[in-house]
């Protein structure tokens, strides 16, 4: 895969927008972007993903920069429920169906 | 995690048993995972098929996993005999077109003692 890069934790206050950071400077310009999270105690919970425009769904939003070295995933209105572990992944189209969750961004919504 | 019942949800036994762990996905996918999680290893890849043929089994641990998928509506992971360094939680995840795009179920926690 890709190498990602994300910060191991952040803080967030409830009510605000959370912007979540991945830099992945080596991708290639088929390999797309995914965001998944793990909630305490749950499985991985697929979010979004983007090749190069920016997306939005029900759940966050996904703006990846124009050189694609970089991306940030953003949740919109932070609620305690949204506390878990982010991660961002580049899995390798051209060399296996499988994706690599890295350590990811554990981040907390504060109260 | 409604696409995906895993059981049983928790599983205790005792060195050298056989474990037996169970996934049921919802049907129309092509792709089926099965992870394992814990805290020194965080989330690891242990095989996938695809349309119920085992296409990667290089993070299996050891000869004593297993893992088959009989039909698309069930798969079951085995472990014989079972060890202590096993306890972790075992997920299983399915994906439809993508295999980058997945579905966990809630997953089985296994401890060995």
């Known amino acids: 895969d890709a190498k990602t890069t994300q910060p191991p934790s952040m803080d967030c206050a409830e009510g605000r927008a959370a912007n979540l950071p991945c830099n992945h400077s080596?991708?290639?310009?088929?390999?797309?972007v995914y965001w998944y999270r793990q909630i305490h105690s749950q499985g991985p919970q697929y979010i979004i993903h983007g090749l190069k425009n920016n997306e939005t769904n029900e759940m966050a939003s996904l703006i990846i920069t124009e050189d694609r070295k970089s991306s940030t995933l953003i949740l919109p209105h932070a609620t305690l429920r949204d506390t878990a572990v982010y991660y961002c992944?580049?899995?390798?189209?051209?060399?296996?169906?499988?994706?690599?969750f890295g350590k990811g961004t554990r981040l907390h919504i504060l109260p | 995690d409604a696409g995906v019942i895993q059981s049983p949800r928790h599983e205790v036994t005792e060195m050298g048993q056989e474990v037996t762990l169970r996934c049921k996905p919802i049907?129309?996918?092509?792709?089926l995972f099965w992870y394992r999680q814990t805290m020194m290893r965080g989330l690891e890849l242990l095989i996938y098929?695809?349309?119920?043929?085992?296409?990667?089994d290089s993070g299996m641990p050891e000869d004593r996993f297993s893992a088959k998928m009989p039909n698309a509506s069930f798969s079951t992971l085995k472990i014989q005999p079972s060890e202590p360094r096993d306890s972790a939680v075992y997920f299983c995840?399915?994906?439809?077109?993508?295999?980058?795009?997945?579905?966990f179920g809630p997953g089985t926690r296994l401890t060995v003692t």
């Open positions: 992944i580049v899995p390798d189209p051209n060399r296996d169906d499988k994706i690599i």
């Open positions: 098929f695809n349309n119920n043929v085992p296409i990667d």
């Open positions: 080596t991708i290639s310009g088929n390999e797309y």
């Open positions: 049907s129309g996918h092509d792709y």
């Open positions: 995840a399915i994906g439809t077109g993508s295999s980058y795009e997945q579905y």
